[in-house]
């Protein structure tokens, strides 16, 4: 069985730019999270998918940020216009049940110069 | 809300010796905690996790947690290090909405020879 996989492993992107990460999740999982790291930070939620619907986007930092699960399949993240204090390892989780294990993928190292 | 904190960023230990990571968590209700690892250019992966029962729960590759509700401690054991041991290491404990995940800083556990 396929894990969690995220693409591009590495983006590095001037400030100003758009960028698109992306998100596979375990097939049949319907809950799908994003967290983020920030360099020397603790890994924090980002927001919370259930199926196609937003159940928690309290972790979103500012509206430059958009992520999109159509279907409810794959995820986007969108980062448009990016900022120096955007990068960091995004990583992107699934779990089969709300409190059940959460399945992490390698995360996207993003780098804003 | 909910909060974790890992004692020490990096930990060195022998080959042979007693590994232990600690994390104390803060929780206004009976917490879910989870400890996992990074390897290098990997994600996270689940070592172990405490939800009800028992309070020391053992997870793989011989690592063991105990959770200790008067100390609001859940640390990491593991009898004898290995170099594959090598890694970072996060505590984790889920929110009271059985969604997300609250992270520690993470503890970079060092192994020499």
């Known amino acids: 069985e396929a894990g969690v996989t995220q693409f591009p492993s590495h983006s590095v992107i001037e400030k100003g730019q758009t960028v698109t990460l992306r998100c596979d999740p375990i097939s049949g999982h319907d809950n799908l999270y994003w967290y983020r790291r920030v360099m020397g930070k603790e890994i924090k939620f980002l927001l919370h998918f259930v199926k196609e619907s937003k159940q928690d986007e309290s972790g979103m930092p500012n509206n430059r940020f958009l992520a999109e699960r159509t279907g409810g399949t794959y995820s986007t993240l969108k980062v448009q216009p990016a900022e120096l204090e955007d990068s960091g390892v995004y990583f992107c989780?699934?779990?089969?049940?709300?409190?059940?294990?959460?399945?992490f993928g390698p995360g996207t190292r993003l780098t804003v110069l | 809300a909910q909060s974790v904190t890992q004692l020490g960023s990096h930990v060195s230990v022998s080959e042979g010796a007693l590994v232990l990571l600690r994390c104390n968590y803060s929780s206004s209700v009976p917490p879910y905690l989870f400890w996992y690892v990074q390897y290098p250019n990997q994600g996270l992966q689940l070592l172990l996790k405490?939800?009800?029962?028992?309070?020391l729960v053992k997870g793989i590759n011989g690592f063991e947690a105990e959770f200790k509700k008067s100390e609001t401690s859940f640390h990491l054991t593991k009898p004898s290090a290995h170099m594959s041991d090598a890694a970072e290491y996060f505590c984790a404990v889920l929110n009271s909405g059985y969604s997300t995940l609250t992270f520690g800083k993470g503890t970079m556990l060092l192994v020499s020879p």
């Open positions: 405490y939800t009800t029962g028992a309070t």
């Open positions: 989780a699934s779990s089969q049940e709300l409190n059940s294990e959460q399945f």
